[in-house]
Every structure is written in structure tokens, then in C-alpha cells.
């Protein structure tokens, strides 16, 4: 298992620098920057989402899962309205960062109460993991490194789409 620490390293040592990459690569808060536009067209077969969305988006994960789940903080969260965000993504990208730097004071937190409350705006069936006893603050660490790690490849490849349009013309 992957102690809190260790993730908390991964997190902020890894994939924070790929996620700022990404963003940066498509323009960053800049005027007609690539950050808001989405690789398929609004109402495609097959939606996606923007940079500034996804990080905003992560950004609710580690609310949900880190300061909710695991901190026992109360958390309102409107998981849907997550990919509609068209703000800033200089704010996001700090905010995801200080978010990560609490993850393992908030597994204290869980460690210290002996149990962890419900995450905030999940789509992830908690009862599942609760019925196998496999939900602990290590799964919930656990999951909170393989949502970041699986966006932040959906963002990379959300920039790789965006930047190759413009290599076509």
C-alpha cells in the first residue's frame, strides 16, 4: 500500500507539474488560449471536457474525498456543474495544489475519528467498498491518486487534441 506521504509526494511532485504543464501548453488564463475549448463539439456523441473543467474538477475530488471523506469537514459539492467551469485556472491550479499539501493532515483526521464520513457529489457507490471492508482511509488515498493520475492523462490528452488542430491548419 501506498502510505498518505507517498502520495501526497506523487500528487505534488509529479502530477501537479504535468498538470501546470498542460494547462500552460494550451495558453493558461490568457486571451484566446485553448484552455476553455473542448476537444469535441458541445453535444457530441461523445462529450469532454476543458482544461479549465478538469482542473476545477480535480479540484472537487480532493474536497470530496480529502477535506469531506477523510477530514470530516462539511463539504457541499455540485459534482455536474464541475464541467461547466469557465473561470480562471491560475486560482484552480493553486488551489488543487494547497488541497494536495492537506491530504495527510485530513488522514489524520479520518485516523484519529477511527471513521471516515460520506465524500461530497460522488458518483462512486461508497456501500460497495464499505461491504468488502475495504473502505478505509488508505483506499480513500488510494483513490484520490488514481482519480488525479486518470485526469490528469485526460487533460494531457485534452491539450494533445486541442494542439494538434492548430499543427493541421
Do not use: K, Y
Not at 118 to 131: K, L
Amino acid at each position: 500500500m501506498v502510505s498518505v506521504d507517498a502520495a501526497r509526494r506523487i500528487l505534488a511532485d509529479e502530477l501537479m507539474p504535468a498538470i501546470r504543464a498542460a494547462v500552460a501548453d494550451l495558453g493558461g488564463d490568457g486571451p484566446d488560449t485553448l484552455v476553455h475549448h473542448r476537444p469535441t463539439a458541445e453535444g457530441s456523441e461523445w462529450p469532454t471536457n476543458t482544461a479549465a473543467a478538469l482542473v476545477h474538477h480535480l479540484c472537487g475530488v480532493l474536497t470530496s474525498w480529502g477535506a469531506a471523506c477523510l477530514g470530516g469537514e462539511d463539504i457541499v459539492r455540485h459534482r455536474e456543474a464541475e464541467f461547466d467551469f469557465a473561470g480562471p485556472t491560475a486560482p484552480e491550479l493553486d488551489r488543487l495544489e494547497a488541497l494536495i499539501d492537506r491530504l495527510p493532515g485530513w488522514a489524520a483526521a479520518a485516523a484519529g475519528r477511527g471513521d471516515l464520513a460520506e465524500p461530497a457529489g460522488t458518483t462512486v457507490d461508497v456501500d460497495v467498498a464499505r461491504r468488502a471492508g475495504t473502505f478505509t482511509p488508505d483506499w480513500v488515498v488510494g483513490h484520490i491518486l488514481h482519480e488525479v493520475a486518470t485526469h490528469t492523462g485526460q487533460l494531457q490528452l485534452t491539450r494533445d487534441v486541442l494542439l494538434s488542430r492548430g499543427r493541421a491548419r
